[in-house]
């Protein structure tokens, strides 16, 4: 079979041990298309970001990188602006012809909690080779609020895949034809085109700004938060916004988007000529996002947004990021939405799902 392994397939590596974890993975972190990884006990502070490149251990760099270690077993504070490393439960064993890609979870991207996954011999971020046998590590730097972490969290996930099954755009445009994928016309190149909405209908709200002086988030609470006392609210009555530099924002695509059932889709998280800023920390789009058949009826994209190094001007309706959709190796057994307790099926703008409900 060639394409991105559904949540079957992904408990049979289980079972057959290509993916092991200590304690055991539990079902709630099978998604369609992918595995939620777990923080395992103790967090390393770092002096900076690394990769460990290739022959070489992350055992080894941490005894470079080391600033000190801390026992998260009762709960720790990851402080805003720090880098840390934190081992994860899950181990893989990864046959010849699998492929893994990871990435932040949707509630971690929401919180501006860059995480990110390396491996042994690893040269790439949340890449991991086919073959790969090994440890996992995350590497978590709060951008805008300092978090309350405790073992067996999940900030990040892994999504397997044997060979490629990219669609290319004739064919992507053969899928938008035969089964819409937007609720408008199709922007097709190289994946399909998502643009910003700064004209949301009856009102002049368009998104959130993170304030910089902010109390911790504990992970663990849900719908527990204030949102006046984390985010200020971005307004805008002529479709146009002016991001300042190294400001985190929370948009929405103007696009109600499709994931077909056999299908999933990743979000490229930048795209250098559309601007000073990086679009979306977490990518993975399950089979049945927005789909009817899993109780969706179009869902927006939330864009998670950082300006760079220059005020940016943004407008209604510009193209800041795209989607790369991939074949399914089966169809999944479980869809996103439908029957598995999917916080963002059918949503609009929508902070993270710590935050109380606004409006």
């Not at 709630?28 to 992918?34: H, M």
């Not at 005894?63 to 899950?90: Q, S, W």
């Not at 805008?236 to 103007?254: K, N």
Request: aromatic share 8%; glycine share 10%.
């Amino acid at each position: 079979m060639t394409g991105v392994c559904p949540n079957q397939q992904i408990e049979a590596m289980i079972g057959g041990g290509e993916i092991t974890a200590s304690p055991e993975v539990i079902p709630a972190q099978i998604q369609p298309a992918s595995l939620d990884l777990r923080l395992a006990t103790v967090a390393y502070r770092v002096r900076a970001s690394f990769l460990s490149g290739e022959a070489r251990t992350v055992a080894d760099r941490l005894a470079e990188f080391e600033m000190h270690r801390i026992d998260i077993t009762d709960g720790a504070v990851l402080e805003k602006g720090c880098v840390y490393l934190v081992p994860l439960m899950e181990s893989l064993a990864l046959p010849a012809d699998t492929s893994a890609v990871a990435n932040a979870k949707s509630s971690t991207g929401r919180l501006d909690l860059l995480t990110r996954t390396i491996t042994d011999g690893g040269t790439e971020f949340d890449r991991v080779p086919a073959g790969y046998t090994g440890p996992l590590f995350a590497e978590i730097c709060p951008r805008s609020f300092s978090v309350l972490v405790r073992p067996g969290m999940r900030l990040n996930q892994i999504r397997f895949r044997q060979g490629q099954a990219v669609l290319c755009d004739a064919e992507l445009t053969s899928l938008h034809n035969d089964s819409p994928l937007v609720d408008g016309p199709a922007v097709i190149q190289d994946g399909l085109g998502f643009s910003v909405d700064l004209q949301l209908p009856d009102t002049d709200l368009v998104g959130y700004r993170a304030k910089p002086h902010t109390g911790v988030i504990d992970l663990d609470r849900i719908g527990e938060y204030d949102p006046q006392e984390y985010w200020e609210e971005v307004r805008t009555t002529d479709g146009r916004i002016i991001l300042d530099p190294g400001a985190f924002y929370i948009l929405v695509s103007r696009e109600a988007v499709h994931i077909p059932p056999m299908y999933a889709a990743e979000m490229a998280p930048y795209l250098a000529m559309v601007g000073e800023f990086r679009v979306h920390y977490a990518g993975f789009f399950d089979p049945g996002f927005g789909h009817a058949a899993a109780g969706g009826a179009g869902s927006r994209g939330v864009l998670e947004v950082r300006c760079h190094e220059a005020p940016f001007v943004l407008e209604h309706g510009q193209v800041v990021g795209r989607l790369v959709y991939e074949k399914m190796a089966e169809m999944p057994t479980q869809l996103y939405g439908a029957g598995i307790a999917s916080n963002y099926q059918g949503q609009g703008l929508k902070l993270s799902k710590h935050f109380k409900a606004v409006g």
